[in-house]
């Protein structure tokens, strides 16, 4: 550490070349930053604390699919089951139809399920005493400048009411507000009571069914047994079900979206590896420019050892301060992106696992790309170096 | 004095790359045939041209640093080009599907056809519509047809690990209808029967959908009997007997879309109009063509802002790198421009023998970036749920000559940015401090 004032200058002895490579390696840990964002979003989706207690049953056949809504009762009798409610999909859209926005028609107690999403007590009594009452997602409300009272107009393109209409109106009665990120698709979406909804939809249209039952356990361990002994309540019936954990149902999907693992680890592969080249090259020129220099600090009695250890030193030290430059960058533009893109990306912003990956990233490119210049230094013959040969 | 000089500087930046973004290639081509003539006619020209040869013939003891300019604007090159190839594919894909001759009818207010009901007593009305084509015995050429999702395991996924597809029940005039669909093995459903045909995308992407094979649909096996290839978004689907997929869904008579085929591209306004008109109907209609391209606009332009977003970041760590490359290379050389100046040259030579210079070798980087996009994602086989269906859309990775031009202009814009500055410097060098430096 007592030689760190003699890397420090030896990095900014050329303040030109080390400021432009420390703007490309932080473009690069800016890219690294932000494309982790992505993936951990895709990773996390579903896996959180409250999650794990949460198994989602629904047709085994596929997802539009629906169950009969007497089955919720069976399900509530299975050991180790703490409540179930139940939801369906309701298809909304807001002034055009192409303008979707997500709703569900939910039981009484499906937002129980959901300790995380906090809804005020005034706003659960009133959304239990409105028949038309929905509750709105916090971004919803701003996007929409929508406020408590107010009546909307939806449409459904699935659901006609009875009268053959395709529009519903709604009361909004109250606000979901998000409180952990694992959720945050909460606050984008509309939900409406299931009871008026399969009252009012035209005959032939839902009678009595359900899209899916979101169960709690009392014990997160026993999560798959009683998703089994949910699943053997309908074995060999017409409405065979398939029930998964939240995580395990919000993966799934993901990976049917799309391969994100796969697109990121090849975009960051091909960066890194032109960074390396890069910040290789600016080493290489930083060490034979001072050739002379090392050779006086050997003369001086530092050791070949000493010589290797301060090469890597600077090289590491640059690509550290780029590095975190770059994922500071990162974490400070993300909550911007996320706002700015209407809804369609939640990022979580640069978390623990993104910083620390990202250093151990820092920390192995710098000693890959000091590894040669430092070895030319530690090699370095005093008497060659000093002649200029 | 010398801050008003580097804010016209970066004016004139902004102003050029804005330009040369929007520029065709005609007027690049233009373009250079104007720079060359200048080059070879006028004095200021071939004095350019000799300092850039004596410029290039160094580039061999620069090769280290030299190819970091090369190697980096191949790198943005090469995902720029991969990450539109993607959204390029995907659009494609789905806006090849479909013609302007062919209708689809859905129900008003429906966003896609799986949120579509249609009665069987519209489906007559449908089909006795004026501006229907019909087929040598008289018969409409229209097909009813209902879309349902379906559960299957993933080709190559564990136990558990089920993918949903895009089931299609389908009328006799079907294949009439879409005369790009083929059977290509096996044969073709039989009416009534519990018979799937298979797409060449969804056999790819899901476990035993080869002839022969049994597959759970509903709660009853079917029986794959052929696979059909049809090139484009109807590759990912499975197809069977309307009616016989209505009974296993439950869905009666009713049928999510009908698809019809026009005497012309113009019988539409025609077919439209009447529809519009029969107080028994309230629907949609739109040419297939249509209805799939709008499927597709807002996953491509979330994929192109996507590609062009990563582009932007990798390509500023480009230019700061090709800036610290011919910085370099201009200070080494520093004495010999230097020279070149006291001797008589002035400065525009100077500038451009350096722009010049790195230029070609973005060029360079531009085509090896490029070349490794086509060699490596070319016809690369993707999947994602696409808005509107039910199941999964396969798609290739399609590098077009156009996505290679764009991303040899931007590696030429990342060579004129990162040439410009290092390229004033030399120029502006005072030319005794340089002469007398080391």
Do not use: C
């Amino acid at each position: 550490m007592k030689y760190f004032h003699l890397i420090w200058a030896a990095l900014f002895r050329r303040k030109t070349r080390t400021t432009l490579t420390l703007v490309s390696i932080a473009a690069a840990f800016l890219l690294f930053g932000m494309l982790d964002a992505v993936r951990t979003s895709f990773d996390q989706a579903g896996k959180s604390a409250n999650g794990a207690q949460r198994l989602q049953t629904g047709s085994k056949l596929s997802f539009i699919d629906t169950l009969p809504q007497g089955l919720g009762q069976k399900i509530a009798v299975v050991p180790g089951v703490k409540s179930v409610a139940y939801a369906n999909w309701f298809g909304g859209a807001y002034q055009d139809p192409h303008n979707q926005v997500f709703t569900f028609a939910v039981s009484d107690n499906y937002i129980d399920q959901y300790p995380e999403v906090a809804v005020s007590a005034d706003a659960r009594k009133a959304f239990l005493d409105t028949r038309i009452g929905i509750l709105v997602g916090e971004k919803l409300m701003e996007k929409y400048h929508w406020k408590i009272g107010d009546q909307i107009p939806l449409q459904s393109n699935i659901f006609p009411q009875q009268n053959g209409s395709k529009n519903w109106t709604f009361n909004i009665v109250g606000v979901l507000h998000p409180t952990d990120s694992s959720v945050a698709f909460y606050g984008q979406i509309i939900l409406m009571h299931w009871k008026y909804f399969d009252d009012a939809v035209m005959k032939g249209y839902n009678n009595g069914q359900v899209g899916w039952y979101v169960t709690r356990v009392n014990d997160v361990n026993q999560a798959d047994q009683v998703a089994k002994a949910i699943d053997a309540l309908s074995a060999n019936s017409d409405h065979e079900t398939r029930t998964q954990t939240e995580a395990a149902a919000t993966a799934s999907w993901m990976k049917q979206l799309a391969d994100i693992g796969l697109i990121v680890g090849s975009i960051m592969g091909a960066v890194f590896f032109t960074l390396l080249l890069l910040t290789g090259n600016t080493m290489m020129q930083a060490v034979r420019e001072r050739t002379s220099e090392l050779a006086v600090l050997k003369t001086l009695g530092f050791s070949d050892r000493g010589v290797l250890g301060m090469v890597l030193a600077e090289s590491v030290l640059m690509v550290l301060l780029g590095g975190v430059i770059g994922i500071g960058l990162a974490a400070v533009l993300i909550p911007g992106v996320s706002a700015n893109s209407g809804g369609m990306l939640n990022l979580p912003t640069v978390g623990a696992a993104s910083w620390s990956l990202g250093i151990a990233l820092m920390l192995v490119i710098g000693l890959v790309v000091g590894a040669i210049p430092a070895w030319r230094a530690m090699r370095l013959n005093i008497v060659d170096a000093l002649a200029g040969r | 004095m010398k801050f008003l000089f580097n804010l016209l500087v970066l004016v004139i930046l902004v102003v050029t790359l804005f330009v040369w973004v929007q520029l065709p290639w005609i007027a690049v081509l233009v373009l250079v045939a104007l720079f060359a003539a200048w080059m070879g006619l006028t004095r200021r020209g071939r004095q350019a041209a000799s300092v850039t040869g004596v410029g290039v013939s160094t580039l061999k003891q620069r090769l280290g640093s030299s190819s970091v300019v090369v190697i980096g604007i191949a790198g943005v090159v090469g995902v720029l080009v991969a990450l539109l190839a993607m959204g390029e594919g995907y659009a494609e894909t789905l806006q090849k599907t479909g013609s302007a001759d062919t209708a689809i009818v859905l129900r008003g207010g429906s966003a896609a056809e799986v949120s579509s009901v249609l009665s069987n007593d519209s489906i007559v009305v449908i089909e006795q519509a004026p501006g229907v084509a019909r087929d040598k015995q008289n018969k409409p050429i229209v097909s009813g047809e209902i879309v349902v999702a379906a559960n299957l395991p993933v080709k190559g996924g564990g136990p558990d690990d089920d993918g949903s597809v895009q089931v299609r029940g389908v009328g006799e005039q079907a294949w009439a209808l879409r005369p790009n669909a083929k059977i290509v093995a096996g044969r073709s459903f039989r009416p009534g029967m519990r018979e799937l045909v298979v797409g060449q995308g969804a056999q790819r992407q899901f476990a035993g959908l080869q002839p022969g094979h049994e597959v759970k649909l509903g709660t009853q096996t079917w029986d794959v009997v052929g696979v059909f290839a049809s090139g484009d978004a109807y590759d990912s689907e499975i197809w069977g007997d309307a009616n016989v997929i209505a009974d296993t869904y439950r869905r009666g008579s009713s049928r999510t879309s009908v698809f019809a085929k026009l005497t012309d591209a113009k019988a539409l306004d025609t077919f439209k109009a009447s529809l519009a008109s029969d107080p028994r109907l309230q629907v949609d209609v739109d040419t297939t063509l249509n209805y799939f391209s709008k499927q597709s606009e807002g996953m491509s332009k979330v994929m192109r802002i996507m590609g062009i977003t990563v582009g932007s970041i990798m390509a500023i760590g480009a230019i700061f790198g090709a800036l610290n490359t011919m910085f370099a290379a201009v200070a080494t050389r520093a004495r010999e421009i230097a020279t070149l100046r006291a001797i008589g040259f002035r400065g525009v030579p100077v500038v451009v023998a350096v722009m010049l210079e790195t230029m070609m070798l973005a060029l360079l980087g531009g085509l090896l970036g490029g070349l490794l996009a086509w060699l490596i994602f070319n016809g690369w086989t993707a999947s994602t749920l696409a808005a509107g269906t039910t199941g999964q859309l396969a798609f290739t990775f399609k590098v077009t000559p156009g996505l290679l031009w764009e991303g040899l202009k931007w590696a030429l814009a990342i060579g004129f940015v990162g040439g410009l500055f290092p390229a004033l410097r030399a120029a502006r060098l005072p030319v005794t401090t340089a002469l007398r430096e080391l």
